[in-house]
């Protein structure tokens, strides 16, 4: 009897184990701010060091609302919002790293007037 409750118990543990797994790899884990500003890098060929944008034909990202970025960047990879640079970026990327890189910008601290594209 007592050897039946073991069994049942490490299976209860085991299938807690499973689930926490399967809850951080469908992304509820908190995004990663750090890691966003390794992956931004790839970014910043036009977006800028730091997400502050020397184009003036691409936004600044520094300083911009998690939620903001996040919407815009599940858009672009669904393809609702359409931009032929923005789509072919995102779409390799995961939900994950879509939400770390929108993290590491919102994160960015920003002082009105310091845009290096303003003349
Ligand atoms: C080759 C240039 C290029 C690269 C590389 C690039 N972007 Fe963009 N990005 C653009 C342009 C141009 C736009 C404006 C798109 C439009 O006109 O809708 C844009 C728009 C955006 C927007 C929307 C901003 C807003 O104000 O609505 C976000 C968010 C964004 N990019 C994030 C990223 C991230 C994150 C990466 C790296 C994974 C990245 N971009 C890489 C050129 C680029």
């Known amino acids: 009897m007592r050897r039946k409750f073991a069994v049942f118990a490490a299976i209860l543990v085991v299938l807690g184990i499973i689930v926490v797994f399967a809850a951080a790899s469908a992304g509820v884990a908190p995004p990663d701010p750090a890691a966003g500003k390794v992956e931004s890098v790839m970014c910043a060929t036009c977006h800028g060091a730091d997400g502050m944008s ?45 939400r770390n890189v929108a993290a590491y910008y919102s994160t960015v601290p920003v002082t009105v007037g310091t845009s290096n594209a303003r003349q």
């Open 54 to 98: 020397a184009a003036t034909d691409v936004p600044n990202l520094a300083g911009q609302h998690y939620e903001y970025l996040i919407e815009q960047l599940i858009a672009f990879k669904e393809g609702t919002r359409r931009s032929g640079v923005m789509n072919e970026m995102v779409r390799p990327m995961s939900l994950a790293q879509l």
